[in-house]
């Protein structure tokens, strides 16, 4: 029978290695999700991932539309293109191994192919279909010696309230929603809301609405300043602050594969991508402080 003395002894130095080893800390996973097409998702995947890699977090961003415009917009060659989302969720590749870097610094992607569009007729029998990006997720930052941790995963939607988007907010932590101030934004979000109440209900309870991001708002138009203000008074302190303006430098910089913010840093697009960044920043600090939900 071993020494009682030495055993505890051994016990103890056990539970000081454990708590020497630094567990590694999951990422922030933002779901950018609006069902309607052409409302700035990918555009603000792609400019608030590089604002926050600009202020130093590492980011990923998940291109989960088939279309592949946030890949793209980034210079991600198809060629280039080794493993995708759709092999990912397909348990085919480990997201690790479907992440490439950008030009920017801190800032990568896993970029998605044509295939996605197929996930469903693929899994959509499994179980575990709603779970497949959470579960892809879960050993993202588990201490890759040479390779950093992520801070944030920002998840780039297709236009549609389909598996993919169902994914998405199963795995998230929190939704930011891009709303384009036209007419029927409002009765879009109703819609959304009322998936993401299901989602949090049957999957994710801990899901929240982390914030509505007014994007493409003209100043000059009565209409963009109405819906923006029927926003705010329905949604209250859900819409962030900051509004994306409609800005033309915004629109020309997919086309050389760059983000706003390295095409030109200084038009009133960049900047307004930056103050958002600060401010989903800030807010990041307030839940985890519990002051607002
Ligand atoms: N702030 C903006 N100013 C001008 N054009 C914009 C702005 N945001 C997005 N766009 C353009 O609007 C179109 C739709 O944006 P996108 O981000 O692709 O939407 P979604 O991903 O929701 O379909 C794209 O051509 C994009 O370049
Ligand atoms: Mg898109």
Redesign the pocket.
Known sequence: MSDPATTTATAETVIDWSKRIDKPKPPRVLAIA?QK????????AINLGTALAAIGEQVLIVDLDPQG?ASTGLGIDRRNRRHSTYDVLCGEATLREAVLPTAVPRLSIAPSTLDLSGLELQIGQERDRAYRLRTALAPLNAGQPDAPDFNYVLVDCP?SLNLLTVNAMAAANAILV?LQCEFFALEGLSQLLKTVDQVKENLNPGLTIHGIVL??HDARNNLSNQVAADVRQHMGSKVYETM?????R??EA?SYGKPVLVYDLKCV?SEAYLRLATEIIQREKELRAGRVD
């Open positions: 609006n097409g052409g409302v700035g998702k990918t555009t603000t415009n236009p891009p994007t493409m994306i303006p409609r800005n033309v915004v629109s997919p697009g």
